[in-house]
């Protein structure tokens, strides 16, 4: 089992920036690969960012490459996700999710463990 927590939500201006962090327990961090997944509502969830277990790749979803980076530290169990240059659009319940196959880090199908998700909220 993998147990992870997400924190660092919160509600910031357009253009503003937020940091989210995953802290993970349990299982060996650098076994899996990670990924960030937000869902606003009445929307399905979707893909936002994703690194490898060692952090040498990632992968971006078109609307965030640019504003946002994902980076990893495995000596502290934990991922992070800088957020810049917001917008109301970004709005959504961010959520932290491990993956241990690494096969298809976009499918939110693949991954094996999530967290319980934090929130972002973008005014205008």
């Known amino acids: 089992q993998v147990q992870l927590v997400e924190s660092g939500g919160g509600l910031v201006q357009a253009g503003g920036s937020l940091r989210l962090t995953c802290a993970a327990s349990?299982?060996?961090?650098?076994?899996?690969?990670m990924g960030w997944f937000r869902q606003a509502p009445g929307k399905e969830r979707e893909f936002v960012v994703a690194i490898s277990r060692s952090g040498t790749s990632t992968y971006y979803a078109d609307s965030v490459k640019g504003r946002f980076t994902i980076s990893r530290d495995n000596a502290k169990n934990t991922v992070y996700l800088q957020m810049n240059s917001l917008k109301p659009e970004d709005t959504a319940v961010y959520y932290c999710?491990?993956?241990?196959?690494?096969?298809?880090?976009?499918?939110?199908?693949?991954?094996?463990?999530w967290g319980q998700g934090t929130q972002v909220t973008v005014s205008s």
């Open positions: 349990g299982r060996t961090f650098s076994n899996y690969g």
């Open positions: 999710a491990a993956d241990s196959k690494w096969v298809a880090p976009r499918s939110a199908t693949r991954y094996d463990y």
